[in-house]
């Protein structure tokens, strides 16, 4: 895909032409992003707090901390695990039936698809904000419509009790996160021939047989890439958090994100914050490596 | 296979037809219920925004809404100050895909079209930029943008918006540029065109498709984008849209109908941009990741 320039071999030595149109870009990267990135790094391994300009290199120490002694940073540690096992489990399974569903060319498919993929266009905060309408205790549609069914007994403070906060708030992250495995697995779905599914059934393979043994090999691809994103994002999360709990009742929904933002920004234990933000990234960034690799020999 | 077809024709079709026929109406049964469940949120929200508070609480949550009572929308408008939240984020929003897409598509013409040492490379080290979430960049960013000035504008935004938005529009520019044929550029050459004319005249003209689609899923993030915003935003002058609503959910955290009249201010735009560009927005989500 290169050209073999006529006016290349009049040059004398190696053209500074593509490094000219490279060159915003490269100043943009890493002047905001590389180089941030780093001091960042530094950061984590000092002692810095508030606005002081003294900070004490203390190696590791961060990190021990936030593993070992820091019971909010595990804590926050455990719910992004259990959001990333949420979130494989629910909105990616459902997105893939819907997926499959949908591949089925009933009436109506372009409607149902925008119903499902909307929710993610919408900005977090909107849902955010939406859902702690819908989990007001008061006022709340999901009270109302207990009260409304005469089950009273069920209804609750929902975003209240620190036990099961958390799991109100993966079931708002479900609604927003539904649509985009759907999306993705739509694509996939429609790269399988028909023909093989078609030969199976007339083999005598039933649908289950066909969906588990044809199907979900063929959308490997689909499914590394998905639960890549939905991996990423799930250790990513914040703004749901932040705008319907704060972290809160008490710490209880703290994630990584969450707590990395309070210790930076509020409590301006800069030192944790940064390494907080580490570990966000150091798990990102394993997770997508291989996938680097993959787009880099397109 | 073919044996297959030919033996068995004649017990197959009638069973399995109507078994089929029924399968799929429960199917889409349960889909359009499914559906529906899954606008509800939607749907309550824009019944509480058009209510007044009282109504809220002395009819409930499924009283039918009397009509339209618009001082909701005014309310969040005015005192939610949302009319300087709304243009800070159209700004942003406007100028930022443009920017960065040219940026990008500037960077992704040598390393699609020219042969150079450290392409491969340079094209790598761009990738790399899709595994870093913002969350490592904030604590540092905030002060160099204080330092350059911009502490807590809008303005500042445009600097991590653009250098994080790079990776993904290099990647998807760059696939499409390896499309255009290199006979057309080096019938260019030989005219005498320089790189500037050829990548402004034959690389970007052709590569309307991919500039729309980016743009769009640009325009989409852009608006929606949360953290940074927060960290680096001071004063609700500057504040963008997300970061109005939440703020505006703390002030307001007692009025629903204003709150919810909020919301709709705030994701009217979005979603309409949804509705008449799924197709752009779809197929941009696929593209980055999928195939090409």
Redesign the interface.
Known sequence: ???????RLRRKG??I???L??L???V??V???????F???L?SFTRWEGLETTRTFIGLQNYKTIFFDDPISRLALKNNLIWIVWTLLLPTAMGLG?AV??N?K???T??????????A??????V???????Y?PH???LN??LR?LGLDSLTRSWLGDPNTALYWLLVAST?ER?G?PM??YL??LQGIPQQLLE?AE??GAGPWSRFWHITMPLLR??HI?IIA?QV?AS??T??II??LTGGGPGRSTQVL?TW??FN??QYHH?GL??AL??V??AI??I???P??RI??R? | ?IR??VT?RKS?PIFGLRRRAIG?TV??L???I??TI?????L??VA?AIRPQAD??NQ???ALPKGIHWQNFTDAWRVGRFSIVYRNSLFVTSLKPVLGIL??S??A?????????F??A???F????????V???????SS?LRSMGLGGKTVSLF??Y???G?PLE??VMR?FF?TIP?EL??AA??DGAP?PTI?WRIMLPLAKPALATLFITDV?ST??E??LA??LLTGTQNYT???G??YF?GEFASN?GI??A??LI??VP??TV??VF?RY??SG??TG??K?
Not at chain 1, 1 to 7: A, D, V
Not at chain 1, 31 to 37: A, G, L, R
Not at chain 2, 38 to 42: Q, V
Not at chain 2, 135 to 141: G, I
């Open positions: 895909m290169h050209i073999h320039s006529l006016t190696p053209s032409e593509p490094y149109f490279l915003p870009a490269l943009l990267y002047v905001f992003m590389v180089y941030p990135m001091q960042s790094l950061i819907l569903a949908l089925q009933l009436p109506g372009v409607g149902f698809r925008t119903c499902f993929y909307a929710p266009v919408i900005p977090l905060v909107a955010g904000v939406m859902w702690s309408w819908l007001n006022f709340g549609f109302e419509l409304w609604w539904v985009f999306i993705f694509a996939g030969a007339l083999d691809e689909t890439i994103l990423i250790f990513k914040f703004d932040y705008t994100a990395m933002y930076a920004f800069n914050g940064a933000a580490w966000i990234s990102t960034m997770v997508t490596f996938y680097i787009m880099s397109r | 296979m297959h077809l068995r197959a799929r199917l889409f349960f889909i359009t499914l559906g899954w606008l509800i949120p939607i309550f929200t509480a809220i609480i409930g949550m499924f940026v990008a500037l960077a013409f040598p390393l699609s079209k020219m042969r150079f040492r392409s491969n340079l094209f790598f761009f990738l790399l930029g899709l595994t870093v979430p969350h490592v960049t904030l604590l540092p960013l160099l600097f991590p653009i250098a994080f790079l290099i990647f696939g390896n290199n550029l080096e050459r030989v790189s990548f989409l608006w929606n949360f953290l927060l960290v849209v997300p970061l609503l939440a959910k629903y709150q919810m909020g919301v705030a994701i979005v979603l949804f509705l799924q927005i779809i989500l696929t990741a999928l090409e």
